[in-house]
């Protein structure tokens, strides 16, 4: 969210977007990281690229000439197949001084965990992490961030000649289609790039269902769910027939009924869906700090003064065992006529 100020930005803002990718698909929280990056360089004056760091990476930064950057920079090397932090934090400290940048912007993510604060170390630059918001005060960027599991809203303003934030996919929308820029490669000397970390193997979750963090559909289940089949039953059937995610409390996880993987909250993913089913959720505060951004909640849950109905757009006060095969027969009614 961009908030005008009377004034503009005193100094001229360069911005460098770090795009992130997996498996050959362009992570769309990175649209946002674009967005926040166009909100801040039409403040300033300014402009904003944006950075692809990888292999065989020639189709993302197609993906990303209509973004409104000046330009798309690939930084493409055998080094760089895997998404080691060393190496990308180098590569990206690297580019940054060679362009000039003002400022680095990644989505608020794992990958950005990992690798933007040794990006920072490098360039000796101070960071601000999970932006929500961006105004400007007498002629200088302030930014809103969220704190404490989003129980406080912190806004700060970062010194020094260039400075690395991380930013809340919700939060901004990607930059509306523009004329396409040019795409330049930038070298990358792969005998300097550290080799602290080595690249051993990687176990990708099965294919089918999308990831909570990229959905616009997020079916997720609490403790209600007595055993892994009746959470597969219930909240991926309802999922399925969504074209949605699934994810999970953390008293699901502790139980071994879901993985950690599909833990969502404080110490879990972060998403930002459209729409976010809870089913038997109570909504303790470390699960809705990893939900409450979401556009519609929705929540079904046996306990009227469940809190989680505080938070919802809509609720249903019911068994989800009893509810949620009759919604899943329901919308699969639907969406077959
Ligand atoms: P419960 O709180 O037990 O709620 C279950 C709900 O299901 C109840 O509201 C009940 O009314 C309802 N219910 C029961 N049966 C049915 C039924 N048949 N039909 C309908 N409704 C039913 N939690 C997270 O989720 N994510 C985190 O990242 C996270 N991080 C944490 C970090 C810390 C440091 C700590 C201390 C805790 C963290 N927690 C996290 C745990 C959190 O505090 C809660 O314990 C947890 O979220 C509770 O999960 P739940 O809502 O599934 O279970």
Same mark, same amino acid.
């Given at each position: 969210?961009?908030?005008?100020?009377?004034?503009?930005?005193?100094?001229?803002?360069?911005?460098?977007?770090?795009?992130?990718?997996?498996?050959?698909?362009?992570?769309?929280?990175?649209?946002?990281?674009?967005?926040?990056?166009?909100?801040?360089?039409?403040?300033?004056?300014?402009?904003?690229e944006i950075l692809v760091v990888g292999h065989a990476i020639d189709a993302i930064a197609a993906a990303l000439r209509t973004c409104g950057a000046a330009a798309v920079l690939v930084a493409d090397a055998n080094a760089l197949e895997h998404p080691l932090a060393d190496r990308y934090a180098h590569v990206i400290a690297d580019v940054a001084r060679a362009r000039g940048a003002t400022m680095v912007v990644g989505a608020s993510s794992t990958f950005s965990k990992d690798v933007l604060?040794?990006?920072?170390?490098?360039?000796?630059?101070?960071?601000?992490?999970?932006?929500?918001?961006?105004?400007?005060?007498?002629?200088?960027?302030?930014?809103?961030?969220?704190?404490?599991?989003?129980?406080?809203?912190?806004?700060?303003?970062?010194?020094?000649?260039?400075?690395?934030?991380?930013?809340?996919?919700?939060?901004?929308?990607?930059?509306?289609?523009?004329?396409?820029?040019?795409?330049?490669?930038?070298?990358?000397?792969?005998?300097?790039?550290?080799?602290?970390?080595?690249?051993?193997?990687?176990?990708?979750?099965?294919?089918?269902?999308?990831?909570?963090?990229?959905?616009?559909?997020?079916?997720?289940?609490?403790? %209600? @769910?007595?055993? !892994? $089949?009746?959470?597969?039953?219930?909240? /991926?059937?309802?999922?399925?027939?969504?074209?949605? #995610? +699934?994810?999970?409390?953390?008293?699901?996880?502790?139980?071994?009924?879901?993985?950690?993987?599909?833990?969502?909250?404080?110490?879990?993913?972060?998403?930002?869906?459209?729409?976010?089913? %809870? @089913?038997?959720? !109570? $909504?303790?505060?470390?699960?809705?700090? /990893?939900?409450?951004?979401?556009?519609?909640?929705? #929540? +079904?849950?046996?306990?009227?003064?469940?809190?989680?109905?505080?938070?919802?757009?809509?609720?249903?006060?019911?068994?989800?065992?009893?509810?949620?095969?009759?919604?899943?027969?329901?919308?699969?009614?639907?969406? !077959?006529?």
């Amino acid at each position: 969210m961009f908030e005008p100020g009377p004034d503009k930005l005193l100094a001229m803002e360069k911005i460098l977007v770090i795009a992130e990718h997996d498996a050959g698909q362009l992570k769309a929280a990175s649209l946002s990281a674009a967005g926040f990056a166009e909100q801040l360089a039409t403040a300033s004056d300014g402009s904003f690229e944006i950075l692809v760091v990888g292999h065989a990476i020639d189709a993302i930064a197609a993906a990303l000439r209509t973004c409104g950057a000046a330009a798309v920079l690939v930084a493409d090397a055998n080094a760089l197949e895997h998404p080691l932090a060393d190496r990308y934090a180098h590569v990206i400290a690297d580019v940054a001084r060679a362009r000039g940048a003002t400022m680095v912007v990644g989505a608020s993510s794992t990958f950005s965990k990992d690798v933007l604060p040794r990006a920072a170390a490098l360039l000796e630059a101070a960071m601000v992490s999970e932006v929500i918001g961006l105004r400007v005060e007498n002629g200088e960027p302030e930014f809103r961030r969220v704190m404490f599991a989003g129980n406080v809203i912190a806004t700060v303003r970062i010194d020094g000649p260039v400075r690395v934030a991380t930013v809340r996919a919700a939060a901004f929308a990607a930059p509306a289609a523009s004329a396409e820029c040019p795409v330049e490669g930038v070298s990358v000397d792969e005998a300097a790039l550290p080799a602290f970390l080595e690249f051993v193997d990687r176990e990708a979750k099965a294919a089918g269902r999308p990831d909570a963090t990229e959905a616009r559909i997020v079916v997720s289940g609490g403790r %209600a @769910l007595k055993n !892994s $089949g009746d959470f597969e039953r219930l909240v /991926g059937g309802l999922a399925d027939a969504l074209g949605g #995610a +699934v994810g999970s409390s953390r008293a699901l996880v502790d139980a071994g009924i879901t993985p950690n993987s599909l833990q969502v909250g404080q110490t879990g993913k972060i998403v930002a869906p459209d729409l976010y089913i %809870a @089913l038997g959720i !109570s $909504g303790a505060i470390q699960h809705m700090a /990893g939900m409450k951004d979401t556009k519609v909640i929705v #929540a +079904v849950n046996k306990d009227a003064e469940a809190p989680i109905f505080e938070v919802s757009d809509y609720g249903l006060v019911a068994d989800v065992y009893d509810a949620v095969p009759r919604l899943i027969e329901r919308i699969r009614g639907e969406t !077959s006529n």
